[in-house]
């Protein structure tokens, strides 16, 4: 072989494999976009039609409440679970497994058959704990080097079609013959095409499969032992407080001080809206820098902020609502950046994402309910507003020590 040959060889066989470097990324990207679509809408199109439920089942105000906040207790209950769920079918078939466990429940939960929306229900918030654990774990894998923009993105995506969903449900139900079944049935479809599109990655190379079994037995550090994996923890808990709050009481609150129900119901879609593009705007911020301290503690400061605001200042609305929807939309992108940004290797991070996910989604459970009790308690909305704004005050402060440059386990010397 001469000199020119053996040189085209090598320029050929580098950009063969950039190629297929490129394909490759391209199809997990679309895999991980496709995940994204089904991890909110399939639960929050659900509060649209939840009185034309109620009317159905002749379900009571306290059974209607529970069925909506089911998916929640599923989240913190099963969360914990998908770590080693992904560890016995490696992480590529649980992923692909909880896409089929969801599809299920959507079927099951729009079946005329009595108790099925409960069995439904509660199968999806199971599906969806695993799915929501497991994604900041395919992100540790396929995109070390840009976490946090593609968390951006699958964030910014599930936002979207969480708010499509909540926007077409309706006129679905009041349309078609099947009603509120129909129009929460029709998502299994977003899951069947995640599912197929998915489908290669269950055929993967026994290569690929020996280096994740390798990694997968390492040993590592638990996160439920570590003082940073309880900081990163608490960020995530107090973030969800901060977005289910503004999502179960905005719309209330606003009717309170005399906004039209339709009015205070386009706030709540900017609100969502403003949520996607903070999202995005995050995902590109956040890998500037040498951690993400900053940016942590700025939007926590931005929910302090909004709550406070509602509370002294209730004329000045839309400022709050915008700078609630930016702060809660940067949050949650921080918080599972976090779960890969402060791990060593993909099974860590599945570890922290399931602690931190559990522990989370409990307290964004038990946030509402609290604001609620003290709306209660107080007979008006300042002390409901000045607790929560207290909440967001340790949020920030907390967000600024998780948001250091340090992995669990390692000798953080930085």
Partial sequence: MTNREGVKKIHDDYYQQKGRRTARFGLAYIGLLLIAVNLRVSFVSVGPVLTNISSDLELSSTAAGFLSGLPLIAF???????????????????????????????????????????????????????????????????????????????????????????????????????????????????????????????????????????????????????????QVTIFMGLQSIAFYVLMAWLPTLEQSLGVPAKVAGIHLSAFLLVNVFASLAAGVILHRGPNQQFISALSGILTFVTFLGLALAPDLMLLWVFLGALGCGSLIVIALSMF????????????????????????????????????????????????????????????????RDRVIGARNLR
Avoid: C
């Fill in 76 to 230: 913190a209950v099963f969360s914990p679970m998908a770590p080693a769920f992904a560890s016995r079918l490696g992480l590529d078939r649980a992923l692909w497994t909880s896409l089929l466990i969801l599809s299920l429940g959507i079927v099951l939960r729009s079946l005329t058959v009595s108790g099925f929306i409960w069995v439904g229900t509660a199968t999806i918030g199971l599906a969806i704990a695993f799915l929501n654990v497991l994604v900041p774990s395919l992100v540790k894998r396929d995109f070390p080097g840009r976490v946090s923009r593609v968390t951006g993105s699958y964030t910014a995506t599930q936002a979207a079609f969480a708010a499509i969903g909540a926007a077409v449900v309706v006129p679905v139900a009041q349309t078609s013959p099947g009603g509120w079944r129909l129009a929460l049935g029709i998502w299994v479809g977003l899951s069947l095409l995640a599912m197929g599109v998915l489908m290669p990655w269950l055929r993967r190379t026994s290569e690929d499969m020996a280096q994740n079994t390798a990694l997968t037995d390492s040993p590592y550090k638990s996160p439920w032992a570590s003082m940073l994996g309880w």
């Fill in 340 to 403: 890969s940004l402060r791990t060593a290797s993909h099974p860590q991070a599945a570890s922290l994402s399931g602690m931190a996910q559990s522990v989370g989604y409990a307290l964004g459970a038990a946030g509402p309910v609290m604001f609620g009790g003290l709306h209660d308690v107080s007979g008006g909305w300042s002390l409901p507003l000045l607790v929560t704004a207290g909440i967001m005050a340790i949020l920030a402060v907390t967000g600024w020590f998780a948001g």
